[in-house]
């Protein structure tokens, strides 16, 4: 499946006039934040480790599809760990991935949670509850000296970052806008 980018409709076109484009940064700057929702967010599901985890590898999607890219974000812990379903869903694969055993949860919605390396006695089509143990820990993935779970959700084809659906994500930081912005977006008197 190629990327195509959406195609452009007359409302998404940037406007040309000077104006409209100050009257829109100044709105930008009015509602700050709460302009732009988090729409991908979905918090409320459980970490997959307990306690809490550590982030010892963060999530860092490729520039382009087929590229290199950490599509996932590693948890710190020790093999032997008891792996747990973030969320409700129906396991729809476990099984080796070239040389990793790995379980995949299907929540419904397009959503799909992967954790790696973990050895588990599910079979496909097994329904597992939010927090329920889903397998195990199993040897060193590619966390160094160090053992971690390799925990990935997949919206459709689409990775997305982990953390957003346990609510971990950093909070944006607002910067002050240069002074050159700010004359730029004052309307200009006729």
Partial sequence: MR?????????LRPSRRPAARAGLLALVLLLGPAAAPLASAEPGWAWPLAPRPAVVGDWAPPAERWGRGHRGVDLGAVAGAAVRAPEDGT?????????????TIDHGGGLRSSFEPVGSALVRGERVRRGQVVGVLRGRDHCGPG?????????????????????A??????????????????????
Avoid: K, M
């Fill in 3 to 11: 990327n195509r980018p959406f195609p452009r409709r007359r409302w």
């Fill in 91 to 103: 396991v729809s694969f476990v099984g080796f991935v070239v040389d990793r055993p790995v379980v």
């Fill in 147 to 167: 053992a971690c779970l390799h925990w990935g959700v997949r919206r459709g084809d689409d990775y997305l970052n982990p953390l957003q659906f346990v609510g």
């Fill in 169 to 190: 994500l950093e909070p944006s930081v607002l910067l002050p806008v240069p002074e050159r912005l700010r004359t730029a977006a004052q309307p200009s008197s006729f």
